[in-house]
């Protein structure tokens, strides 16, 4: 067997996303393994909803929320680092603050009435709860960014948007992609209690488990939630890794 082959076989992250998968399909036939583990439970099982169901809706509320999240971040942290939006850099910081010291299920609360139940109150909330980690890296990559550099590439012509297109968000990436994998990662956990208002997540069995006392049922979503979050953070340190070679 070559090297290659030798080291993707030994990727944690392929073992990682084969036994996340593995396991959401063959959840129901593990329905002996809970009963024998608690047998006074009259429904070892969670069977409301496709384990599938629930993890492709889970997914879906933590990537819209955190592509939303990231372009609003990055934006932000982008126009607070120019002369133009410098003097707004404590303001735009402290609308972010503020927003993310509201407990998620306050985010909700309040959103159901504006939006209804399901997939939009769960989006609004983990996107104020994501900004914050890429607002604050974004600004510190920024800022990280030797001033030679751009006074050099000034020299040579270059435009203040080709600047930061050119040398400031290359230079800036590592830290960028620290602050979005601290975000999806939190949301990941955040994207819980989104069950509460009616959005399909990993968090069903676990509400339903914590309200009837089926420490089956929060070990099934428990046990997939924890594994989603290893998916995406091995993920995204693959991604960091590139980034950072890429930068040289």
């Known amino acids: 067997m070559s090297a290659w082959p030798l080291r993707y076989w030994r990727d944690p992250l392929l073992w990682t996303g084969l036994a996340l998968v593995a396991l959401v399909l063959l959840m129901p036939s ?32 933590v990537a819209a929320s ?10 932000a942290g982008v126009f607070v680092s120019r002369r133009a939006g410098a003097e707004f850099r404590a303001i735009v910081g402290s609308i972010v603050t503020i927003g993310q010291t ?34 604050e890296n974004t600004i510190a990559g920024l ?9 050099a ?19 800036a990436a ?7 994998r601290t975000s999806v990662v939190i949301n990941v956990g955040t994207a819980t209690i989104a069950s509460t208002v009616g959005a399909r997540t990993l968090g069903l069995p676990i509400i339903i488990g914590l309200d009837g006392a089926n420490l089956a049922y929060i070990l099934q ?19 960091l890794a590139a980034v950072q070679v890429r930068r040289g």
């Open 174 to 180: 590592p830290l960028i992609v620290g602050g979005i």
């Open 30 to 61: 593990t329905k002996p393994f809970f009963a024998a583990l608690f047998p006074k439970l009259p429904r070892p099982m969670f069977d409301l909803d496709s384990f599938a169901d629930l993890l492709i809706g889970h997914m879906l509320v």
């Open 153 to 171: 590439a000034r020299g040579i012509g270059m435009g203040e948007a080709s600047i930061l297109r050119r040398v400031e968000l290359p230079l």
């Open 66 to 75: 955190s592509v939303a999240a990231t372009a609003l971040g990055v934006g």
């Open 221 to 239: 979503g428990g046990v997939l939630l924890g594994l989603l979050a290893i998916v995406l953070d091995l993920a995204f340190a693959r991604l």
């Open 143 to 151: 800022a990280s960014v030797p001033a030679p550099l751009c006074d």
């Open 102 to 135: 509201f407990p998620p299920v306050a985010v909700l609360a309040v959103a159901v009435p504006v939006v209804g139940f399901g997939f939009e109150p769960a989006f609004f909330a983990l996107l104020l709860y994501g900004i914050l980690p890429i607002l």
